[in-house]
Structure formats: structure tokens, C-alpha cells
């Protein structure tokens, strides 16, 4: 059974960065893809990054040259670097693992703020 922690959210100002992290106990870690999605007040959970076996990514089209996602099968990590963060990027961001982005495990999420 894999089980998810994320970190790495909080309050940042526009324009700033914040660097997730998640990190997954359990050996199915490096047979999954990895994805992080984000949810909004009154807003459906939406796709942001995701991450396959071999390495290949996918960021949402709101996010591409922002947005880096990564993933370290020796540390059972995948990180999300965010920059040049907007206002409407604030969301609960959440970790999944999973042989689909979003299909598997979730993390508890954390809470990421861009505010002046």
C-alpha cells in the first residue's frame, strides 16, 4: 500500500515560487505515474503536471513555462517547482500515484496562496 505526504505549500506573493513535494513510502512508487492536480474554492479538482515511468511530462496549458514536474525514484519524490506564480494559482494541490494521472493514490494536500 502506498501512502502519500506532500509539503512545501503556503503563502507566497505574485511572481514568487514555491517549490511540492511528495513523497511516497511503499515499493509500487516507481511502476506508477506520478501527477499533481489542484482544486480551487467552488471549483472542480483540475489536472496541473503529470509524470510517467520514464520520465515524460505533461503540464496544463495554464501552467506550461511556469511549472516543472520531477520525480525521484531513488527518494520515492515527485516534486512540483511552480514560478512566476499568479493569484489564480491558489489552490489545495494534491499528489497521486497511479497507473493513470489522477487514477490512483491521493496525497492530503496542501495549501498554496498567491497574494499581495
Known amino acids: 500500500q502506498v501512502q502519500l505526504v506532500e509539503s512545501g505549500g503556503g503563502l507566497v506573493q505574485p511572481g514568487g515560487s514555491l517549490r511540492l513535494s511528495c513523497a511516497a513510502t511503499?515499493?509500487?512508487?516507481?511502476?506508477?505515474?506520478g501527477s499533481w492536480f489542484r482544486q480551487a474554492p467552488g471549483k472542480q479538482r483540475e489536472f496541473v503536471a503529470g509524470?510517467?515511468?520514464?520520465?515524460?511530462?505533461n503540464v496544463v496549458d495554464s501552467a506550461k513555462g511556469r511549472f516543472t514536474i520531477s520525480r525521484d525514484n531513488s527518494q520515492n519524490t515527485i516534486a512540483l517547482q511552480m514560478n512566476s506564480l499568479k493569484p489564480e494559482d491558489t489552490a489545495v494541490y494534491y499528489c497521486?500515484?497511479?497507473?493513470?494521472?489522477?487514477?490512483?493514490?491521493w496525497g492530503q494536500g496542501t495549501q498554496v496562496t498567491v497574494s499581495s
Open positions: 497521486n500515484i497511479g497507473r493513470a494521472y489522477g487514477s490512483g493514490i
Open positions: 511503499g515499493s509500487l512508487f516507481r511502476i506508477n505515474t
Open positions: 509524470i510517467t515511468v520514464d520520465g515524460r511530462t
